[in-house]
């Protein structure tokens, strides 16, 4: 029989946009250190993580976790940020080359590459975060980062992580590359008390934006998202799967 591993890997939009955009992010940022305590995730794939300082809070607070690295400047344009128990190397950052829509701005989004060995396998995680286009004269702008994504993977095996905010099947991902997440519930519900606060309601309803892919033969033991506590307008999405 085969000796598998069992492996916990997530993601999360943590609507870390500075205040007043966002409310609360303290609490929230001492919340998301617990449940990352609690749950022991090998891998966590963060978007909207924009002020370094709350990048160098969850460092300092979680020293058994390697990090995607840090710059010295005030602001992470693209939001991501990975979390890891076992090193990451090869780190790198693309940026999205397509001009931003208004409420995008200043922020730049993107891709975010690192390597990883799970299971005595190498793995390329690759953490992303597409444009939330409510206006139909915008999709082109998501269409356009979604076919630079797609230009930048490879045939490595891969876990690909991120807000997506597209249905899965329209996303045009290779044929190789399978949802492991979640897939009927909402991962972001109108009913949380953040999806109603006034900058995140407009043009919104419940919708499941979030979700992890692999291009790599692993087999799904389990996938949940995280709703205790209510930390972002969207919740935590988690896969367990045996490597």
Known sequence: MYPYMRFKIATFNFWGLPWPFSVRKKARLRMLVEMI?????????????????????????????SNSGQSLGLFNRSGLFLLARQPLTNCTIVPFNVPLTLHEFPS???????DITLGGQNFQLINTHVA??????????????????????ETLPTFLFGDFNRVYDTLGLPL??????????????????????????VGMSDRLPDYIFTNSNVRVAKTYFITDPIMSDHYPVVSEIDV
């Open 37 to 65: 305590r609690r749950e022991q995730f090998d891998v966590i794939a963060l978007q909207e993580l924009f002020v370094y300082r709350d990048i160098t809070f969850l460092v300092r607070q979680l020293p058994e976790y």
């Open 132 to 153: 939330y286009t409510p206006r139909p004269t915008d999709e082109k702008i998501q269409e356009r980062q979604l076919d630079q994504l797609v230009r930048t993977l």
């Open 176 to 201: 190789q590359f399978r949802l492991i997440s979640e897939d009927k519930k909402s991962s972001i519900s109108m009913s949380n008390r953040y999806a109603r606060f006034f900058l995140n309601r």
């Open 108 to 114: 730049r989004k993107g891709v975010q590459k690192s």
